[in-house]
Structures are given as structure tokens and as C-alpha cells.
């Protein structure tokens, strides 16, 4: 049901308690088959099947998926880290925001932190003055019924689209048939449009097809695809075939120059947390033919990339906080972070990069 008139919605999240403006339309939709009644956080058109039409479209464009903070004696949700982080990404020249990704350690947290995470990320590009701006949210988990669910909740804490997984913990179970259905079972039941996720390193090693996400990219519910498995023969494919309006992103900041020449339309940088003006930079040269200065950029962004990767998301949170001085705590146990030595390190092994990004 899609009220057209002006309101006040007040969501309260079990962690969070987030007051809306009342500039802003909130529509009404139920999801199918659950009865379950949610309010989404932007302006949308709600369809007879329960899907909904996001205001805030996926541009081409560097997307970050952001790393969670704790506070580092109690290891609780820092939601006052999580929205200076966010505020200072907004205002960089991206295209989007990804909360729950691999870097924000997603299966380290509740449902409930996962509201207050994505909820405190809206608030911050919405307070930036960013409320066009999209908001993904990682939504994937073992069950049709759970990966819903969280999508249900992305709804109410402000996410626009939802990134999704493969399941892998019963693989050797799952037909590729399976899989497939896994997807498009999701993405008949979800009020978010979908994103497909493809990242074998945390699947078991389950990689998706071109001729895989060609076919899902036929639902009318799955809008994109992040591709970090970094094949950009795949992606290719993929981009030059999909229907229109599907939004093919690399899935690592190294090979943001090949994504854009074979077709892509952007990335998913997890190193974009702490160099995001050099990520959207490469872009901007490619785009204006400038490919020279974008092979030079690439290079230093992809040495960048070597030192994130070696150091995991552990690394780069911990290197935007000696960068940014922002109190990032570590990850949850049993991660460890870096010592002081090894911090030491990966800040010497940034510094190309970083020189690069306080000079943008």
C-alpha cells in the first residue's frame, strides 16, 4: 500500500533509535508471503509484487564496503566511529556505500548490530547531504528464510539494495541448479533488489558462471553483480551481454583501470576505505581518455592493493585509523590486529598510495 502524503515514521531498531524527516515520502509495502509489514527508508515505488523501485539508482562508480568499528575494550558496535568513517567516504567522490561486507566482518555480527551499522550509515551520507546517494547491505546467509530476513530488515534500517552470497556450508550438497534457486528464490521474496556476490575465496571456492549470473541477471530482482574473483574475461562477458541497467563492478581496487576497459561499470574497493579518492581518480581518467595518467595511477593503487591484501581487513581498519585518527578498536576475536611492528609496516607500505590521496 503506497501513501502519497507527507509523514512522520519513527523506527525503533532494538540497538537504535533513528527519528526521520518529515520531508521525506516513506512507502508501505508488505513483503510477499510473510506478512510481515515493513517501512522503507527511501523514497520508492512500491510494485503489486512487493519489490520495490529504489529512488536512489546504482551509478556507475567506486562503491566502498565499509569495515566495522568496535569499541576495543567491550567489543560492542562503535556506532559513533561507524558514522564520522561514513561522513568522511561521503564526500569523496563515490558512488555508493556497503555496509556487511566481507571487510565489515558480517559474520561477526547480530542482526541487531547489523540495523544499527547500516542505519548509522544512512544517517551519516543523509546528514552529509548525500541522500541520493545508494546504500548496499550485505544480506547473505546459509537459508532462503534468514538471507529474507535480513533483507526485511535492510529495508528499515535504510539500505536500498542487497548483496548477496552464494550458500556454500552444505556445497557439496548444493546441485548448481541449487545455487541458482538459492538466488532466485531470494530475490522473488526480497523488497531489496539483489546483487549478485561472487567471491569463491569465501565460498568454499563456489565461482559463479558468466553464463551462471547471465542467467539470474534475467530476474527482474537481481540488478547487478561484484565480481571478486577477479576474472576479467568473466566480467567482461558479463557486461557486454546483461540486460541494461545491470551494474557489472569488479570486486578489488587492483584492477579498477581492467574493469573499466573491458565494460564495467565499477568496483567494490575494499582499500577505497582508506584511499578512496584515488580509486574514484582512475575512473575519472579513463572516462576522459586520459589513459596514460590512469595506467600510472593504477599501478600505485594496485601496490596499495598488494599491502591491504596481505593484510586483510584487520590491516586496512587499522591503517585508516593511524591515517584518518579515528579510534577503530580492532576486529572481533577471533581476529587479531596488527601489532605495532606490523602496523608500522603496512603504513610504510601505503604511503605511495596515501601521498597520492592527500594530494587529490
Not at 183 to 192: G, I, K, M, N, R
Amino acid at each position: 500500500m503506497l501513501h502519497n502524503r507527507k509523514y512522520k515514521v519513527v523506527v525503533l531498531l532494538s540497538l537504535n533509535l533513528r527519528f526521520l524527516s518529515d520531508n521525506s515520502t516513506r512507502p508501505i509495502f508488505t513483503v510477499p508471503k510473510t506478512g510481515i509489514r515493513k517501512n522503507k527508508m527511501t523514497s520508492s515505488e512500491c510494485l503489486p509484487d512487493g519489490h520495490a523501485t529504489p529512488s536512489r539508482p546504482l551509478v556507475p562508480g567506486i562503491y566502498v564496503p565499509t569495515v566495522a568499528f568496535f569499541d576495543p575494550s567491550t567489543e560492542e558496535v562503535d556506532a559513533a566511529t561507524v558514522f564520522k568513517h561514513a561522513s568522511h567516504l561521503a564526500t569523496s567522490g563515490i558512488a555508493g556505500l556497503v555496509t556487511h561486507g566481507s571487510n565489515g566482518e558480517a559474520v561477526h555480527l547480530t542482526h541487531s548490530e547489523r540495523a544499527l551499522i547500516t542505519s548509522t550509515t544512512r544517517r551519516a551520507l543523509d546528514e552529509a547531504g548525500k541522500v541520493s546517494m545508494p546504500l548496499v547491505v550485505g544480506c547473505g546467509t546459509q537459508s532462503v528464510k534468514e538471507t529474507v530476513e535480513l533483507c526485511q530488515e535492510a529495508v528499515s534500517s535504510g539500505g536500498d539494495y542487497a548483496l548477496i552470497l552464494p550458500p556454500s556450508y552444505y556445497g557439496s550438497l548444493l546441485s548448481k541448479t541449487s545455487v541458482l534457486k538459492f538466488f532466485t528464490d531470494v530475490a522473488d521474496l526480497s523488497p531489496l533488489p539483489l546483487l549478485i556476490y561472487n567471491y569463491p575465496a569465501a565460498v568454499s571456492g563456489l565461482d559463479l558462471t558468466s553464463d551462471d549470473i547471465l542467467k539470474l541477471s534475467q530476474h527482474k530482482n537481481i540488478v547487478g553483480v561484484k565480481l571478486t574473483c577477479g576474472n576479467t574475461g568473466k566480467l567482461a562477458r558479463i557486461a557486454s551481454s546483461a540486460k541494461p541497467g545491470f551494474l557489472t563492478t569488479g570486486g578489488s581496487a587492483d584492477f579498477t583501470l581492467q574493469t573499466c576497459v573491458v565494460g564495467g561499470q565499477g568496483v567494490i574497493a575494499g582499500l577505497a576505505n582508506l584511499a578512496p579518492k584515488a580509486c574514484v581518480r582512475i575512473m575519472k581518467l579513463f572516462d576522459d581518455g586520459k589513459l596514460v595518467e590512469a595506467r600510472k595511477l593504477q599501478a600505485i593503487v594496485a601496490r596499495g592493493d598488494w599491502v591491504a591484501i596481505q593484510g586483510g581487513f584487520v590491516g586496512v581498519k587499522a591503517a585508516v585509523g593511524r591515517y584518518y585518527g579515528l579510534r577503530v578498536g580492532g576486529p572481533r576475536r577471533p581476529c587479531v590486529q596488527p601489532g605495532e611492528e606490523e602496523l608500522r609496516t603496512m603504513v610504510d607500505g601505503f604511503a605511495e598510495l596515501m601521498e597520492v590521496e592527500r594530494g587529490l
